[in-house]
């Protein structure tokens, strides 16, 4: 995939395929340790161990819409191929957790592309599920969790104008001022 963000957004709609009530995505980026991590947990149906181990093998998929599935391995290619690692944590019936971490200044970093964006389209077309985005540098971090949304909005669902413009300037905001903007 061309942005580290395709993958996020892939993975993600894993856990939606999961039947996950919560999804989190954290993006831990460091200049001074030259790193990108990555990791997306849930609390879905989860994995057996037979699962997780075929799950980055491109052509096992549990859909029955098309025989591969390309995401997952992608991900881990992309991870390794910077000199970074890969891993998946699942247990049946709680979620998995995926990670992947990347060498930021190695000559096969894919960019990450537009991360904000990805966030507040899976929060757009999945409101009935809870996403909690944290992204953090080596100036600070901030979090987007929708459960603090719903308490504030009480009723009002994720997926409306108003709403999603609201999550996707404040996406805007809190990145322009972690990494020294406006």
């Known amino acids: 995939m ?12 894993n856990s939606v395929r999961a039947e996950a009530s919560l999804v989190t995505i954290t993006v831990e980026e460091s200049d001074k340790d030259d790193s990108l991590s990555i990791s997306i947990g849930d609390n879905g149906c989860g994995m057996t ?3 997780v181990s075929q799950v980055i093998d491109p052509f ?10 390309l995401g997952v391995p992608l991900f881990k290619l992309s991870a390794e191929q910077t000199g ?7 247990r ?8 992947a971490r990347y ?22 077309c999945n409101p009935q599920i809870d996403f909690v985005f944290t992204r ?24 409306t104008p108003d ?5 996707r300037q404040y996406l805007e905001e809190q990145t322009q001022i972690l990494f020294g903007g406006a």
């Open 2 to 13: 061309r942005e580290l963000s395709l993958n996020v957004m892939d993975v993600a709609q």
């Open 49 to 51: 161990e037979e699962q």
């Open 60 to 69: 096992f998929t549990t859909r029955t819409t098309r025989k591969v599935g």
């Open 84 to 90: 970074g690692s890969f891993e998946i944590s699942s």
């Open 92 to 99: 049946l019936g709680e979620g998995t957790t995926t990670t």
């Open 103 to 124: 060498v930021k200044s190695h000559v096969d970093m894919t960019p990450l592309g537009d991360i904000n964006s990805t966030v507040e389209i899976l929060i757009r």
């Open 136 to 159: 953090t540098n080596d100036n600070g971090s901030f979090t987007l969790d929708t459960r603090e949304l719903r308490a504030v909005l009480e009723g009002v669902s994720l997926d």
């Open 163 to 167: 709403v999603t413009e609201w999550i």
